[in-house]
């Protein structure tokens, strides 16, 4: 398995992203795709996941109402829609792969992408 993520920017407080990952090779009947986050000096955070093939979803408190993880299996791409960004949300996102349903701990993830960058200014 392996991920592409893409969309990351520099958006102002209040306004919104979407990402993108791209998934290629072979994945599980039931498994993950999750999106975490790290910022400076900071461990990976879990930010939501998604569960194939139920579509099961959850998600941070932190990030509760403000983002929407979706998949598009068509595309074999899941995104995360970031609505209402604060600069608390400025982190390096990643998105990520685990053979096991409903993971949402980060040592559950096996397949990691590449970070892509969310710069939130005040």
């Known amino acids: 398995v392996q991920l592409q993520a893409s969309g990351g920017g520099l958006v102002q407080a209040g306004g919104c992203l979407r990402l993108s990952c791209a998934v290629s090779g072979r994945t599980f009947t039931t498994s993950s795709l999750g999106w975490f986050r790290q910022a400076p000096g900071k461990e990976h955070e879990f930010v939501a996941s998604?569960?194939?093939?139920?579509?099961?979803?959850s998600y941070a408190d932190s990030v509760q109402g403000r983002f929407t993880i979706s998949r598009d299996n068509a595309r074999n791409t899941i995104y995360l829609q970031m609505n209402s960004l604060n600069p608390e949300d400025t982190a390096v996102y990643y998105c990520a792969y685990s053979g096991r349903p409903g993971a949402t701990s980060s040592y559950e993830y096996g397949v990691w992408g590449q970070g892509t960058q969310v710069t939130v200014s005040s």
């Open positions: 998604i569960t194939r093939p139920t579509r099961r979803t």
